[in-house]
């Protein structure tokens, strides 16, 4: 025993003295953070977290912007921006196509696929006009670990022109992020933000809150006090699905509307237990989504227990949208702007260009109302169910085939 | 009936062949990656290699000292989690609360490796639904305490999970340090010493006086820890304590293929910790090549699960002839501790019948 | 309790050692399914009226009929992880190939059956040929199936099969007094139950249990061990197979339907008192496992506990079931059983231990002959 001690303590001597010696030869890449830079665009700080996901001011952003008309083209919503704050690019301006490194953080979901998809058709378009030589993607497979490390490997290996990063988590990614701004190229961040404002644009609809606001809002209008929703949450924790359970939470609690919230991971088998037991308990007139895949599953189960449809809020996700119109119940399909994934390629192309983007760049999200949905049905009849209707990929190259066969490269 | 005598000859040529397939992996790999117009020895690719290797590499030194001994970690995901933010909130940005944080981290660590060797040793549950069912309870605590990422690592301990000695990260040298001890402590000491026979067969060993319940007590202590160590690895590199990064990177299972591929038997009582080593070292530089090569992430999932099968199918095949039965499959059901004394001398009286019935 | 005992008991012995059999370690697990059950019925009394209570039915019969294919494999003395990814498959071929034409509904079906039956091949011939530990073998398969069918069809984005496919796992006969509704899942999960219990005593369930209990005994004693074992394995993807006709009815698809099965049903099957590592268990007990875990949920969900919660109770019961058995399993081996000349392990009062070999057995049916001649 003694001389295991002995062993142990020779051995963590060594160890911290290889930490020591390690400390002293810190690579040159590694900054440490200059703490201006830490006001994050999207304030979930560390501490915020912590307590409650609810933010006043940024709910109050949301609130309005909800409200203004975008700016930009009519026709291209992906190019929308609303209140932007609009800086100079001229500094990275260059000729010549770019290359263009892609960490993103997975396809693990029906949207990120639509989205991914999306991204490539529009990738595809930049080549061929030359702006774009190629993109070199790596996906994290929803690990920010990995995506750290896949962002190190583009700063050491990528030979890239343009760093594009949809975080894989907000606080997680902000020291990689913060390490591809060193390099002094340009850094193209989109979906979920980062708490760092170095990168030169945000690119993101208008958000979480936002989502809870327009959900809420509808259930709690054709609603009244007391009655019962099911809130059906996929996971705790990410921020961008925390934030709408945080809004749509509040809007209840203030119109008396009793919500009780579940976990599903997503399962549909789950999602149907769940509502088949509150069926069980009482009568259920709302069922509200934080994202919409396994929305179907939710109405069967008022259909398998002979109960009338709820109110409900899905998502643009075309089997939510083919069963609400199936069964003409009260519905809205609120929209995480799915579009937003052909914004950072366009976005790169115009700062090669030296043209003005905005600083955030925040896209326009509506949901779908009933009068509009025949429309969006219409447009996307081919679509597979797990397609989302508002993938603003019509005039892109191998419509619709790409998207009908969902062709993930 | 002692298993220690020829376990360091065996240790020494299964080691030897994972090695060999990390070569192979490795030349396959530069290939693929040559294709794709890069060097695979370059710093910045050998660093992400590395990389990769550090944190499954914590988690895979304690998954072998737990199989080692007959049973399974599958909390670990949830332990990395947890020290992730225990590491943070406690250092809130302080440099000077590093060395308590680090402790207490540890020290939770240690004691939920406690609890749950306890309950393996003392109640009698197998391993795999203990540290089931602990893996349930920390996720419980840490959905209901912690909404998201939480607290903030101070730059001095980022340093290590993003410094390196040329293209050696430091979180890889602590990594090899770690196994180093382990490896030392597996061989010098003998709590170490007994962890083999406690895995080769609990009755045997029984009989031989070892007092069977400590070693996987502290085999299972030592696997929260190393858990722990990952944890606040992955925090320093994050910059935050996160709930999910543990089941982020699936290392429960993940650690256990490592280590089986590393050439520790599943059943116990048979492996090394640098085996393992080369296993985390496999999936690595697989990992590695499947990004650079662009490989869909779906297809990824497929090369993973073919590569890890085939590459134990070749160490088993070649085992098979090399190990001639002491300890054959035969004596598989002495893995869990729930089979007990008796039941050993009914298999000694069966297998003494056998040829004559 | 000794075996010549068990052949003995009849009528108010019977029902006397049923109530013994709640508390001993095989019967704890309906012990608790009782607890649970009568806790939900607390809770929310309309759940106990036979129209609820088939539903509630209805919805385990997946996971049932799961956790009774992993009793196979897990009686055999191995693991199958890759039930819940061949579940997720079976859903999304099923969606993918029927697609709204009723008429493929039959032709798909045999399709999944036979790939089923093939996946479970792969696996037992790899386990039991090439010697490489079925934890490891099955969790290859598990990242390759998914990651396989993810990869053929794009995220499984493709909807729902036709109705009348999913008619299997969503209607039943209706119209049935008193119940309302017969699930047709509860037919099916009656039916595998029927057959499982069937299989498990015929000889070759019976050399099932052999192998999982002493390979070397077992192959000795003229035992095919590779074939028992890699039939264990067609069995466990059968019923993967099977839940997933049930779970494309019941829920749909999508990629997430079935994930965490492998892990649910081995808790099944460990909660029925099937002892990991083979040799030990009773297939009756594995499906009330299930029905136990599920009865857990449903609990939760009518007490209306914290969301994040659930996963720590969930964690607690499991190991406190699990420790309840090996208590009361260790409190009855330091009486009698240990003179038991011929087996150390716990007495067997509903399925066989089998220690001998079929061909040694003069009286297949008859229990306590079979010990004796041991």
């Known amino acids: 025993m003694q001389r295991k001690k002995m062993l142990v303590f020779a051995a963590m001597v060594s160890a911290a003295a290889l930490v020591g010696l390690a400390g002293c030869t810190t690579d040159p890449a590694v900054t440490p953070p200059s703490d201006a830079a830490t006001t994050p665009a999207e304030s979930q700080g560390p501490e915020a977290s912590s307590n409650e996901w609810f933010d006043a001011a940024l709910y109050q952003k949301q609130y309005d912007e909800r409200g203004v008309t975008p700016e930009g083209p009519a026709d291209q919503p992906y190019l929308q921006h609303i209140n932007a704050e609009m800086i100079d690019t001229a500094a990275y301006k260059a000729d010549g196509a770019k290359k263009a490194c892609f960490a993103n953080a997975s396809i693990s979901n029906p949207w990120r696929q639509t989205g991914w998809i999306t991204m490539n058709q529009q990738l595809k378009v930049l080549q061929d006009s030359g702006a774009i030589s190629s993109m070199e993607t790596r996906d994290a497979q929803d690990s920010d670990d990995t995506q750290i490390a896949d962002i190190d490997y583009f700063i050491n290996e990528g030979d890239c022109d343009i760093f594009l990063i949809s975080p894989n988590s907000t606080a997680a990614m902000t020291p990689a992020v913060e390490r591809a701004c060193a390099t002094d190229k340009p850094v193209v961040v989109f979906d979920r933000g980062v708490q760092t404002d170095c990168p030169v644009t945000f690119i993101h609809p208008i958000g979480g809150f936002a989502w809870g606001i327009d959900t809420a809002e509808y259930l709690i209008d054709n609603l009244k006090a007391g009655d019962k929703v099911v809130a059906l949450r996929i996971l705790p924790g990410v921020d961008v699905l925390e934030q709408r359970w945080a809004a749509a939470d509040k809007l209840f609690q203030e119109a008396g509307i009793d919500a009780t919230d579940y976990f599903t991971g997503a399962d549909p088998a789950e999602i149907k237990k769940i509502i088949s037991d509150e069926l069980a308990k009482g009568d259920v007139q709302g069922v509200w989504m934080d994202a919409g895949d396994g929305a179907v599953a939710a109405i069967e189960a008022f259909e398998d227990a002979g109960k009338p449809y709820p109110v409900m809020t899905g998502e643009d996700e075309m089997s939510f949208l083919r069963k609400w119109k199936d069964t003409g119940l009260t519905g809205l399909a609120p929209v995480y702007s799915n579009f937003q994934w052909r914004t950072p390629l366009l976005a790169a192309q115009k700062i090669f260009a030296g043209e003005q983007i905005p600083k955030e760049w925040v896209l326009p999200q509506s949901p779908i109302t009933v009068d509009e949905l025949d429309d969006y049905l219409a447009r996307n009849s081919g679509m597979p169910d797990g397609h989302y209707a508002k993938f603003g990929g019509e005039n892109l190259p191998g419509y619709p085939e790409v998207w009908e066969k969902r062709m993930i490269p | 009936m002692s298993a220690l005598a020829p376990k360091a000859r065996r240790r020494f040529g299964t080691t030897a062949i994972v090695y060999i397939a990390l070569l192979a992996v490795m030349i396959v790999g530069a290939v693929l990656v040559n294709t794709a117009g890069r060097n695979f020895l370059s710093p910045g690719n050998i660093r992400d290699i590395l990389t990769g290797m550090s944190v499954l590499g914590f988690v895979a030194i304690g998954q072998t000292l737990v199989i080692l001994c007959a049973s399974l970690d599958l909390s670990v995901p949830y332990v990395v989690s947890l020290s992730s933010l225990l590491g943070a909130t406690i250092m809130a940005g302080n440099p000077a609360n590093i060395i308590p944080a680090v402790l207490v981290t540890l020290t939770v660590a240690a004691g939920i490796g406690l609890l749950i060797g306890l309950t393996v040793t003392k109640l009698r549950v197998n391993g795999f639904i203990a540290t089931l069912g602990a893996g349930l309870i920390i996720k419980g605590y840490l959905d209901t305490q912690y909404k998201g990422t939480a607290g903030s690592m101070p730059w001095e301990f980022q340093l290590i999970g993003a410094t390196g000695v040329g293209p050696v990260p430091v979180s890889t040298i602590i990594m090899l340090a770690a196994a180093l001890l382990v490896a030392l402590f597996l061989s010098k000491t003998r709590t170490g010493n007994h962890m083999f026979a406690v895995g080769g067969n609990e009755q045997v060993s029984r009989f031989s006086g070892i007092r069977t319940s400590r070693p996987t007590v502290v085999a299972h202590m030592l696997c929260s820890v190393m858990a722990a160590m990952a944890g606040l690895l992955l925090a320093s590199r994050l910059g935050v304590g996160s709930p999910t990064v543990g089941t982020q990177g699936g290392y429960d299972l993940l650690s256990i293929a490592a280590v089986v591929l590393g050439g520790t038997l599943l059943l116990g009582g048979r492996g090394s910790i640098w085996g393992t080593i080369g296993g985390v070292a496999i999936f690595a530089v697989m990992d590695n090549v499947m990004s650079v090569i662009q490989l869909n992430p779906f297809l990824k999932d497929v090369v993973r699960g073919v590569i890890i099968v085939a590459a134990v199918a070749v160490y088993t095949g070649r085992a098979i002839e090399s190990r001639r039965p002491r300890f054959g499959r035969d004596s598989q059901s002495s893995m869990y501790p729930s089979v007990d004394l008796q039941l050993a001398m009914d298999q000694e009286k069966e297998r003494d019948h056998e040829p004559t019935s | ?374």
């Open chain 3, 1 to 374: 309790m000794s075996r010549q005992a068990d052949a003995q008991l009849s009528g108010s012995q019977r029902i006397s050692r049923a109530l013994l059999t709640l508390i001993s370690p095989r019967g704890a697990v309906f012990l608790l399914l009782i607890v649970l059950l009568l806790a939900i019925t607390a809770l929310n009394p309309s759940f106990a009226e036979p129209g609820q209570f088939i539903r509630f039915i209805q919805r385990v019969a997946p996971i049932a009929i799961v956790a009774i294919g992993q009793y196979f494999v897990i009686v055999a003395g191995e693991f199958d992880l890759s039930m819940g990814s061949l579940v997720t498959a079976q859903v999304v071929i099923a969606g993918n190939l029927i697609g709204q034409d009723d008429s493929r509904s039959i032709p798909v079906l045999i399709g999944m059956l036979v790939f089923g039956a093939l996946v479970g091949l792969v696996n037992g011939l790899v386990t039991s040929l090439l010697r490489v530990p079925s934890f490891i073998v099955t969790l290859g398969m598990m990242l390759a199936l998914l990651g396989g069918v993810l990869y053929w069809t794009g995220g499984a984005a493709t909807g729902n099969p036709a109705d009348g496919f999913r008619e299997i796992g969503r209607g039943g006969i209706r119209n049935v007094p008193v119940l309302d509704i017969i699930p047709w899942a509860v037919l099916v999960l009656a039916a595998v139950l029927a057959a499982a219990i069937w299989f498990t005593k015929t000889p070759f369930g019976r050399s099932i249990i052999a192998v999982g209990d002493n390979e070397t005994t077992a192959r000795f004693a003229g035992i095919r061990v590779w074939w028992v074992k890699t039939s264990t394995f067609i069995l466990s993807s059968l019923s993967a197979t099977i839940a997933g006709v049930l779970l494309v009815g019941y829920a749909g698809v999508h990629p997430k339907v079935g994930q965490g099965y492998e892990f649910i049903a081995i808790t099944a099957v460990v909660l029925g008192g099937v002892v990991l590592g083979g040799g030990r268990g009773w297939v009756v007990a594995a499906a009330a496992g299930a029905f136990a875990l599920e009865a857990l949920f449903t609990l939760l969900n009518f007490a209306g506990v914290a969301s994040t919660w659930r996963d720590g109770i969930q964690g607690v019961i499991i190991i406190a079931a699990v420790a309840y058995s090996a208590a009361v399993f260790r409190g009855r081996r330091k009486s009698p059983s240990v003179t038991s000349p011929i087996s150390g392990k716990e007495p067997e009062p509903f399925a066989e231990p089998a220690h001998s070999a079929p061909q040694s057995r003069p009286n297949e049916g008859n229990h306590s002959t079979q010990k004796e001649v041991q």
